[in-house]
């Protein structure tokens, strides 16, 4: 069965980093896109990054551009998120998705089938 498994949260001052991990397992992972969503308390759902199932392209939400990086390494079947520059409004729980297509997508046609229990990221001094 498809199993997402986070790791790499944690507690980081302003202005530090942070590598989230996304390990896969149960379907071919190159054949789909992957995206890292999160969910604060009190605030809606968003979508923070995808990329395309070759690593091709890559897509971010405009209140990470510039400091998050998302990558892929197929042969290990998993998807990572590079976080610098981190800010208080970054604090969270961060979820790792497995997209239905090979590509991400438009904004209002992606869908989801599958995602992780997440890891909590703080940005506290």
């Known amino acids: 069965q498809v199993q997402l498994v986070e790791s790499g949260g944690g507690l980081a001052q302003p202005g530090g980093s942070l590598r989230l991990s996304c390990s896969a397992s149960?379907?071919?992972?190159?054949?789909?896109?992957m995206s890292w969503a999160r969910q604060a308390p009190g605030k809606e759902f968003e979508w923070v990054s995808g990329i395309d199932g070759d690593g091709s392209d890559t897509y971010y939400a405009d209140s990470v551009k510039g400091r998050f990086t998302i990558s892929r390494d197929n042969a290990k079947n998993t998807v990572y998120l590079q976080m610098n520059s981190l800010e208080p409004e970054d604090t969270a729980l961060y979820y790792c998705?497995?997209?239905?297509?090979?590509?991400?997508?438009?904004?209002?046609?992606?869908?989801?089938?599958?995602w992780g229990l997440g890891t909590q990221v703080t940005v506290s001094s």
């Open positions: 149960g379907f071919t992972f190159s054949n789909y896109a």
């Open positions: 998705m497995k997209g239905m297509s090979t590509v991400v997508g438009d904004e209002g046609s992606r869908e989801y089938d599958y």
